[in-house]
């Protein structure tokens, strides 16, 4: 099946600072990447939806400007944590979507394995 | 919008036993469902995934799955767990037009041997 991969694993980093995470498709083409974010003991929430060659797609109440994603080719896209605080530790999960013919929107989604940020 | 319910926080089943992880949705037209299973401190695994046809699905390490329109619900199910099937599940649904997936809140499954 297809692959998508996450670096770092974990990071730890201090408050003020930015951090950068990457994903990647590493066996087919994603011009559709999905940044999530989990808490403890909950759910995946949605953060934003990256388009190769365009801006990503934020979701209502997450800030744009502190969240800066970046799809520059069609097997990366970052997500840059900037200026971090220690509210914005959490898991962090990509996703790729398989790219489909026709008309109908596939949406099988491949996981990386997240991203632990911790913010002291 | 879509919206997915997993009723059951916890279930503790005992190996061997059989297993059924509740699953409803809401959403007004036919939506794409997926069972997804995620073990601590990775990232989420595909078990399975209806689109349409047959409402019952086959997935991987012996899940499957029925879609009930009727009942709004795709419930997944095992006949016989293994210890090594402890970890979370979710359930998501999709739009056919959309872009996104709406988790459930997980269900979180502890083996006893």
């Known amino acids: 099946g297809a692959v998508v991969s996450q670096h770092p694993s974990r990071v730890i980093c201090k408050s003020g600072t930015s951090v950068k995470i990457e994903c990647r498709s590493l066996?087919?083409?994603?011009?559709?990447m999905f940044w999530y974010r989990q808490f403890p003991k909950q759910s995946l929430m949605l953060m934003a939806t990256?388009?190769?060659?365009?801006?990503?797609?934020?979701e209502q109440g997450v800030e744009k400007d502190k969240f800066l994603i970046n799809h520059a080719s069609l097997t990366l896209s970052t997500l840059t944590v900037t200026s971090a605080h220690p509210e914005d530790s959490s898991f962090y999960i990509c996703s790729a979507r398989v790219p489909s013919g026709g008309a109908v929107i596939s949406h099988e989604q491949f996981f990386g394995p997240g991203t632990r940020l911790t913010v002291l | 919008a879509q919206s997915v319910t997993q009723p059951d926080i916890h279930i503790t089943v005992s190996e061997g036993a059989s297993l059924e992880l509740r699953c409803n949705y809401s959403?007004?037209?036919?939506?794409?469902l997926f069972w997804y299973v995620q073990s601590p401190g990775q990232g989420l695994q595909l078990l399975l995934k209806?689109?349409?046809?047959?409402?019952l699905v086959q997935g991987i390490k012996g899940f499957e799955a029925e879609f009930k329109r009727s009942q709004s619900s795709f419930n997944l199910r095992k006949p016989s767990v293994h210890w090594s099937d402890a970890a979370e599940y979710f359930c998501a649904v999709g739009a056919r037009y959309g872009n996104k997936l709406v988790f459930g809140a997980g269900t979180i499954l502890r083996v006893k041997s």
């Open positions: 990256s388009n190769e060659g365009s801006k990503a797609t934020y």
């Open positions: 066996d087919f083409q994603a011009t559709t």
């Open positions: 209806y689109f349409s046809g047959d409402t």
């Open positions: 959403y007004g037209a036919t939506p794409y």
